[in-house]
C-alpha cells in the first residue's frame, strides 16, 4: 500500500538531520502567521482543498526528487493535498495531526558557554518555544524546565554519558504542562521547585541564595519575583543565566496571568527590582530564557545573548520603574487559551493522560516586548 502520512516525530527527524524535504503549509494565511514549520512553504489552498479543487496546487514549484510533506491544521486537508500531488508524479505525504501534533516536535543546540564546568543542551520545543535546559557536567545532569516527554531528555542524557540527578523548575507554568514530577519519578532525580506553597506534590524547596551541585559545576538561585511570585533564575558558574520567564532576550515576562489588576501592577513593580537585580550581574553573563515567541529552526544555534545585548534590545529593560510599569501593563498580549486549566495540574503535579496538545494549543504568549 502506498505511504500517505508522515509522523512528527519522522519529519522532526528528518529535518534534524538535514534530509532533503519540502514542507508544504496550506493553511490559511491567519494560522500560518501564528505559527509554522521552519523552512516551509506556504500556499493558501486551504478552501480550493476544501472545495476539492483540481487545480487548487497548480502554480506551486516543488521539487520533484525529494519528498513533500504537506501540513494543514489537524492533517485532514493535507491528505487531501498529498493525494493531489501524488496524483502529479510526487512522493507527497501528509503529517499526521498536523500543526497541533507537531507542537511536541522539539531539536536541540549546544549552549557554547567557555568559563563554566558545565555542558549546556538547549532542548527546544519548536512546535511551541518552550526551552527546556539539560545541564551535564563529570557523569550526572540536571534538566530546567522540562516541557518535553521524558525519553527526550534521557536519550540526550545517555548520548553525553550523564546520569539526570537534578530536575528544576523556575516557576510553576501557564503555558505548558510541566514533565518535571514526572522525568524526575523516571529518572529517579530530586525535583527542585522555588519555595512557594502553591503545590500540592513533594518537592525540595529552593531559596536564594541557595546552590544546587551538578558535578563540578554550580547553579546559584536568585528569587526572582515578578511574572509569578516563586519566579527563580539559576545562575550556572557565575557564566549563563536560566531566566524562565522573567526575562527573555527581547523582552520580560508577562506579570498578569493568574492576578487581578491590581496584582498584576504589584507584580510588574516586583518584576521592575528583580530585573534591576539581574542587570547588576556582569555584561557577559549568557542569558537563557524559558521561551521564544518564533518558530525554533533545525540550526543547532542556541537562543541566548549576553546580558548586555539583551539590555540594549529590550526596551522595556532601560525605562524607570514608573514608566515600566506603565508600558508592560499597556503591553500584555492576549490572555493565553486554557492558562487556569494548566496551571491548575501544574500545582496538583498531574500530566493528562494521552495528547497534551488540545490543552497546550496555541502560540507563546509569555514576553512583552
Ligand atoms: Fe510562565
Not at 27 to 48: K, L, N, Q, T
Not at 106 to 120: R, Y
Request: aromatic share 4%; with cysteine.
Amino acid at each position: 500500500m502506498t505511504q500517505t502520512v508522515i509522523s512528527v516525530e519522522t519529519l522532526r527527524e528528518m529535518l534534524d538531520q538535514g534530509q532533503p524535504v519540502t514542507v508544504l503549509d496550506i493553511r490559511p494565511e491567519v494560522e500560518r502567521a501564528e505559527w509554522a514549520i521552519p523552512g516551509s512553504i506556504h500556499v493558501d489552498a486551504y478552501d480550493a482543498l476544501k472545495a476539492k479543487d483540481p487545480d487548487a496546487l497548480a502554480g506551486v514549484e516543488l521539487q520533484v526528487d525529494s519528498p513533500v510533506v504537506t501540513v494543514c491544521g489537524a492533517g485532514v486537508t493535507s491528505l487531501v493535498a498529498a493525494e493531489l500531488l501524488r496524483a502529479q508524479g510526487f512522493h507527497a505525504l501528509s503529517l499526521a495531526g498536523g500543526m497541533k501534533a507537531w507542537s511536541l516536535a522539539w531539536n536541540k543546540a549546544e549552549v557554547p558557554i567557555p568559563d563554566s564546568n558545565a555542558t549546556v543542551i538547549q532542548v527546544r520545543r519548536t512546535g511551541k518555544g518552550c526551552l527546556s535546559y539539560l545541564i551535564g557536567s563529570e557523569s550526572v545532569a540536571a534538566v530546567v524546565d522540562p516541557s518535553l516527554k521524558a525519553e527526550v531528555y534521557l536519550d540526550l542524557a545517555q548520548h553525553y554519558g550523564w546520569k539526570i540527578t537534578n530536575i528544576l523548575e523556575t516557576h510553576i507554568h501557564a503555558d505548558h504542562l510541566s514533565r518535571s514530577r514526572a522525568l524526575a519519578e523516571r529518572c529517579g532525580a530530586t525535583l527542585y521547585l522555588p519555595a512557594q506553597n502553591r503545590t500540592s506534590f513533594p518537592f525540595t524547596s529552593l531559596q536564594d541564595g541557595d546552590e544546587v551541585e551538578i558535578g563540578a559545576a554550580r547553579l546559584k538561585v536568585l528569587h526572582t519575583p515578578g511574572h509569578t511570585g516563586e519566579s527563580t533564575c539559576y545562575l550556572l558558574d557565575g557564566q549563563a543565566l536560566f531566566t524562565g520567564d522573567t526575562l527573555f532576550l527581547t523582552g520580560v515576562g508577562r506579570p498578569d496571568l493568574e492576578a487581578g489588576p491590581d496584582e498584576a501592577r504589584t507584580r510588574a513593580q516586583v518584576l521592575h527590582r528583580s530585573l534591576q537585580r539581574l542587570l547588576a550581574l556582569p555584561p557577559e553573563t549568557l542569558i537563557l530564557p524559558g521561551h521564544t515567541s518564533e518558530p525554533i529552526p533545525f540550526d543547532d544555534r542556541a537562543i541566548a545573548a549576553p546580558l548586555a545585548h539583551v539590555r540594549a534590545r529590550a526596551e522595556l529593560l532601560q525605562a524607570p520603574e514608573e514608566t515600566f510599569i506603565e508600558l508592560l501593563l499597556a503591553r500584555i498580549p492576549p490572555t493565553p487559551p486554557n492558562h487556569h486549566r494548566i496551571v491548575e495540574l501544574n500545582q496538583a503535579g498531574l500530566l493528562l493522560e494521552g495528547d497534551p496538545t488540545d490543552l497546550e494549543a496555541g502560540a507563546n504568549r509569555c514576553a512583552v516586548g
